[in-house]
T-cell receptor
Framework: DVKVTQSSRYLVKRTGEKVFLECVQDMDHENMFWYRQDPGLGLRLIYFSYDVKMKEKGDIPEGYSVSREKKERFSLILESASTNQTSMYLC??????????????FGNGTRLTVT | GQQVMQIPQYQHVQEGEDFTTYCNSSTTLSNIQWYKQRPGGHPVFLIQLVKSGEVKKQKRLTFQFGEAKKNSSLHITATQTTDVGTYFCAGVTSGTYKYIFGTGTRLKVLA
């Protein structure tokens, strides 16, 4: 069974801090994703990566960056946290689209509060 | 950019009633997936539809993909309290790796 592990379930940070959210998957998946989930807005894609050291912007990349130095690990970085980045952050992984049925496997999420 | 709209946003039903959520994309999709998120949990994959006009069933759940591959629906027959949660569709356009999620439909089932 695929396991996607996010390093923290809850985080509280101060405005202006640099924040690292870590995600590790154990199924050798090529694709990894970071979403944020807010009430009424669903899941919005921040960044995704389809290979080591490869990344592409999603729909709301402003204020975020990512790092994928190893295939199993995808990190989301908030360079200078702001209160409007308070949200639930969900990491996911998947096989490539060419694999046919390629569902997203989500981690349990990190609820980040920026004060 | 690509948008995926989902309606309704909320639905309260009596146990035993049917439920339907609809998903519409602004662009043609290569495939569409459906996910369920229980309260306090993370989205869990239910099914993927790929072919135009495709219909798939999972017990009391029926999933449809429109002929133009721009819309989809999920229908639950005779809801149960275990169906409570938020249902999301996620569309993928050809040539991209991006899963664009709908805003979700939150289902509450009253016993």
């Amino acid at each position: 069974d695929v396991k996607v592990t996010q390093s923290s379930r809850y985080l509280v940070k101060r405005t202006g801090e640099k924040v690292f959210l870590e995600c590790v998957q154990d199924m050798d998946h090529e694709n990894m994703f970071w979403y944020r989930q807010d009430p009424g807005l669903g899941l919005r894609l921040i960044y995704f990566s389809y290979d080591v050291k490869m990344k592409e912007k999603g729909d709301i990349p402003e204020g975020y960056s990512v790092s994928r130095e190893k295939k199993e690990r995808f990190s989301l970085i908030l360079e200078s946290a702001s209160t409007n980045q308070t949200s639930m952050y969900l990491c996911a992984s998947s096989l490539p689209m060419t694999a046919g049925n390629s569902p997203l496997h989500f981690g349990n999420g990190t609820r980040l509060t920026v004060t | 950019g690509q948008q995926v709209m989902q309606i309704p946003q909320y639905q309260h039903v009596q146990e035993g009633e049917d439920f339907t959520t609809y998903c519409n994309s602004s662009t043609t999709l290569s495939n569409i997936q459906w996910y369920k998120q229980r309260p306090g949990g993370h989205p869990v994959f239910l099914i993927q539809l790929v072919k135009s006009g495709e219909v798939k069933k999972q017990k009391r759940l029926t999933f449809q993909f429109g002929e133009a591959k721009k819309n989809s629906s999920l229908h639950i027959t005779a809801t149960q309290t275990t169906d409570v949660g938020t249902y999301f569709c996620a569309g993928v356009t050809s040539g991209t790796y991006k899963y664009i999620f709908g805003t979700g439909t939150r289902l509450k089932v009253l016993a």
